[in-house]
């Protein structure tokens, strides 16, 4: 029976590798490389998702609403040009009567008017022309009801559309 093991001067055949190029002998090299690619990419990608989170998305916008605050705000400038120039030829902004205390939405209706030339423009949003007038040192109401179309303020000279709730991040109120 023949001896298993290998006879002492035989060698054991070796199997031939190409030698490794010597970049890859380097530390940090190939296979850091591709982990430092793919945290690159995966930082990349976070970075435009969080852009994109943080631009608003625009809205859809109705035209109509657009018109009807663009023909508010107009009107708005128009009445407060008047009650600028009133004050300056008054001496105090309409309506603010120091011997009664109160503002009499007729006495400012006319003098607006007066200083307009005509009447008082209508509210776009709500198709009044007619003024609410605040007593003095009476806040702003916190929610407008649409039944006239202009609320002022005699104390400040300050004039507001009255267009009821809206959900818009301006109210037109406020305009």
Do not use: C, H, K
Request: hydrophobic share 40%; aromatic share 6%.
């Amino acid at each position: 029976m023949p001896d298993p093991s290998p006879a002492p001067d035989r060698e054991e055949p070796r199997a031939s590798y190409a030698p490794r190029p010597a970049s890859y002998d380097r530390p940090g090299d190939a296979g850091q490389a591709w982990v430092q690619v793919t945290l690159l990419a995966v930082l990349t990608a976070l970075l435009l998702f969080l852009a994109g989170i943080g631009r608003p998305v625009a809205r859809d916008v109705d035209p109509v609403r657009v018109e009807l605050a663009t023909e508010v705000r107009a009107a708005l400038d128009e009445l407060r040009d008047a009650i600028a120039r009133a004050r300056t030829a008054d001496g105090r902004w309409p309506g603010l009567v120091t011997l009664r205390g109160d503002a009499v939405a007729e006495e400012v209706e006319q003098r607006l008017e007066r200083e307009l030339g005509r009447p008082i423009p209508a509210n776009a949003w709500n198709g009044a022309s007619s003024l609410r007038v605040l007593p003095p040192g009476a806040p702003w109401p916190a929610r407008f009801d649409g039944r006239s179309g202009w609320v002022y303020r005699p104390s400040t000279g300050e004039i507001r559309a009255n267009v009821p709730g809206d959900d818009a991040e301006v109210r037109l109120a406020d305009l």
